[in-house]
């Protein structure tokens, strides 16, 4: 496991290609630069990555920040996404987010918004078992 923060935003890496990222504040430009170069330097080989985001204390996205974000789908294989914890004004920032990246990259993404962490957990975790049936998941000790 792999931890970084970016501003006040805090990230997790655990292999082979989960991320967990808490969102605390606007973004500006520069965090996004260190949360893109956290999530391609430890994803970009995988063919498919999970992403669980705690977005209840998330702020404004700059313009720059959004652009990063989406032009990173074309270096990262953003497949499944949990949101958890959404204001009706964050669901819209991040569904135009996604919408970008989509636009950006060949990759299927899998969105969902859950009202709780642990709604967003238990389905992010069944994903991970899906693709990648052979890595244990959290409950068995490593996810």
Do not use: C
């Not at 990230?11 to 430009?29: H, K, N, Q």
């Not at 914890?85 to 989509?102: C, D, H, N, P, W």
Request: charged share 20%.
């Amino acid at each position: 496991m792999i931890e970084d923060s970016f501003g006040k935003h805090h990230l997790r890496y655990t292999a082979p290609a989960l991320i967990e990222f808490t969102v605390r504040g606007p973004i500006s430009e520069q965090d996004a630069v260190g949360i893109t170069g956290f999530i391609t330097e430890h994803t970009r080989t995988q063919p498919d990555v999970l992403v669980l985001v705690d977005v209840t204390e998330m702020g404004s996205m700059s313009p720059g920040a959004r652009k990063l974000a989406a032009v990173s789908a074309e270096q990262v294989a953003y497949r499944v996404l949990a949101f958890h914890g959404a204001s009706f004004q964050t669901r819209l920032l991040v569904t135009l987010t996604i919408g970008a990246m989509r636009l950006l990259s060949d990759s299927n993404h899998e969105v969902r918004f859950f009202k709780s962490p642990t709604e967003a957990r238990t389905w992010i975790e069944a994903r991970h078992h899906a693709l990648y049936a052979a890595v244990p998941t959290r409950r068995s000790g490593t996810f």
